[in-house]
C-alpha cells in the first residue's frame, strides 16, 4: 500500500506546482503562529522552484475550513436548504437558481475523487467523510498510528492545494465560492480615461498658470472710476 501511495506521489508531483500566483496576503492569515519552516509567513523558498510556495500549514488550514464547511453543509436538514438565485460570472453573465449547500458537498468529494489516488481516497472516505477515528482507520487499512497521521496530513496538504487552485470556481475562499464576494482583476477593472469613471484628476499646471494671466490681463483694464472734482 505504501509503495502504491509513493508511486502515486512521485507520478502527481508536477501537478503541485501550476501557475497559481500564490502571495503573501493569500497566506498571513493561514499561517500557524508557531510553524517552524515558515515561521508564520505563510510562504516558504525552495530550490526546486524560483517562486515561494505555499506551507504545508496554509495548505492543511484551507483544507481544514473546507471541511468544516463540508461537516456543517451535510449535517443541516434537506429542509432547511433554499435554492438561491446567483450570478454565473463569464462572457455571458447569467443569473442561475443554485442549492449552494448541496454543491459543495458534492464539489468536496468529487474534487477529492478526482484528485486522489484509489488507496488515498479510501483513508479520505473512511475518515473525513464517515468519520472514524485513527484506531478504526489503522484497523481497517492495516497500518501503524505514525503512517496514519503521515498519510492524512499529506492527504490535507494535496486537496488545500487543489481546492484553492481549482479553475475556475474554487472551493477557497468560502465566502467567495457562496457567492458572498467576487473578486476582480486589475486588467478587468474599467479603465476612467475610456469610461469617463469618477476618478479625480491632478490638475494640468500649464492650464492653471494660463487661467491666472488671464485673470491679471482682466485686473489690468480695469480702471477706478474717475470721480469728478467740485
Ligand atoms: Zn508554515
Redo the contacts with the bound molecule.
Sequence with gaps: MITEIGDAKASNREEHFVSFEWNRSEVLGL??EG????????L?STSRTAQPVP????LRAIFRACHRKFRSCSHLDTQVSTARLESVHGREHKRAWGLKNEEFVADFVLVAKRTLNEADYRLFRYHFLLGADWKLCCQQLNVDRGTFFHLVYRIEERLGRVFRELQPYALFPLDEYFGGSARKLVDDLPDPERTGGNVIQMPDPARIAAKLAERAAKRATLRPPLRKAA
Design positions: 499561517a500557524k510553524c517552524s519552516q515558515c515561521r508564520g509567513y505563510g516558504r506551507c504545508n500549514c496554509v
